[in-house]
């Protein structure tokens, strides 16, 4: 079975500073896709990223970048010079390609970020 | 189309009610998932749409639960006999377009609050 650890419950970082929430992830298979999703105040899951399994290249976004790591299976999430605007909770998630198109997603439990101005 | 919606976004009910949630995703998007979150959890699978055939069902959708997507493209969640354990965010996401036809889009969800 797939499973998703989030293990840092709550953070909470002075605005301008950097902050890196973990992920870490179990899965048998060799396919799958692993992904980031924000969840502002307002309750919506905003996509950030998704990154299959044979790509561990780091990517970079604007302030975010994705450090992934099969032999730690991990994928950390970086905030470069963090914003009040960041403040949320934030979703790690896996998905595996299953049968007839199903690529339903694993979730972690969340860490809730606070940007203290 | 701007994205998935959700009808209501909140309903409270008694314990016993029944209720139905309606999920309209994006137009072109053939997959649609809906999932189940409680306070401080992250989303929990609950069942797996292509088109209007139900492919997959979480052991979370008990015989209370019904799921269903006529013609392929809304989908209703009806909830009978409701119980108190049921008071969650129901979220909808919906995937299948181009260019990332994996990334699944979430609607705003509705809070169901069983009283």
């Known amino acids: 079975a797939q499973k998703v650890t989030q293990a840092q419950t709550e953070i909470s970082v002075v605005e301008k500073e950097d902050v890196t929430l973990d992920c870490v992830y179990e899965t048998r298979d060799t396919t799958y896709y692993l992904f980031w999703y924000k969840q502002p105040p307002s309750g919506e899951l905003v996509f950030l990223i998704r990154r299959n399994s044979f790509d561990e290249q780091n990517e970079i976004s604007g302030r975010y970048s994705w450090n992934f790591q099969k032999s730690t299976s991990s994928f950390n999430f970086t905030i470069t010079a963090s914003q009040v605007v960041d403040s949320a909770v934030y979703f790690c998630a896996l998905s595996e390609a299953g049968g007839f198109g199903n690529e339903k997603l694993t979730f972690g439990t969340g860490t809730r970020l606070t940007i203290i101005p | 189309d701007t994205g998935v919606s959700q009808d209501p976004r909140h309903k409270i009910t008694k314990r016993g009610q029944n209720v139905t949630f309606r999920c309209d995703p994006i137009?072109?998007?053939?997959?649609l998932y809906w999932y189940r979150q409680t306070l401080g959890q992250g989303p929990e699978f609950l069942t797996y749409f292509q088109n209007e055939a139900q492919l997959e069902k979480s052991r979370l959708l008990s015989d209370r639960f019904s799921a269903e997507r006529p013609k392929g493209s809304f989908s209703t969640l009806e909830i009978q006999r409701t119980e108190q354990g049921d008071s969650a965010m129901y979220l909808c996401?919906?995937?299948?377009?181009?260019?990332?036809?994996?990334?699944?889009?979430f609607g705003p969800g509705t809070r169901l609050t069983v009283l």
């Open positions: 137009s072109e998007h053939n997959r």
């Open positions: 996401a919906s995937s299948g377009g181009l260019p990332n036809y994996n990334e699944q889009f």
